[in-house]
Nanobody, 120 residues
Framework: QVQLVESGGGLVQPGGSLRLSCAAS????????MGWYRQAPGKQRELVAR???????NYATSVKGRFTISRDNTKKTVYLQMNSLKPEDTAVYYC??????????????WGQGTQVTVSS
């Protein structure tokens, strides 16, 4: 029973900060690459940030320098620290867990999403 549960979303003013959390269960957390994706109305889901099982990180150009992804393997939780928020960051943010499969593909699990709204 795989579960990814996001928390920490809400309403924040432009320039403000927010920290999202994603608690995982039902997986060997340390073996998974973890990521944050977001989807705004009328737009496709896009990768925001990713952290591999080894700790390497990648960020979308639009958030680089403002967002920081981290993980705590003991707590089986991945975080997204969001600073200097802009209205264009408004979206539903989804937690993702990814692992390479033995048959040559990738298996992905998704959380339910948490709403982030940046507005004055």
């Amino acid at each position: 029973q795989v579960q990814l549960v996001e928390s920490g979303g809400g309403l924040v003013q432009p320039g403000g900060s927010l920290r999202l959390s994603c608690a995982a269960s039902g997986i060997i957390f340390s073996s998974y690459n973890m990521g944050w994706y977001r989807q705004a109305p009328g737009k496709q889901r896009e990768l925001v940030a990713r952290i591999t099982s080894g700790g390497s990180t990648n960020y979308a150009t639009s958030v680089k320098g403002r967002f920081t992804i981290s993980r705590d393997n003991t707590k089986k939780t991945v975080y997204l620290q969001m600073n200097s928020l802009k209205p264009e960051d408004t979206a539903v943010y989804y937690c993702n867990a990814e692992i390479l499969t033995l048959v040559g593909g990738r298996t992905n699990y998704w959380g339910q999403g948490t709403q982030v709204t940046v507005s004055s």
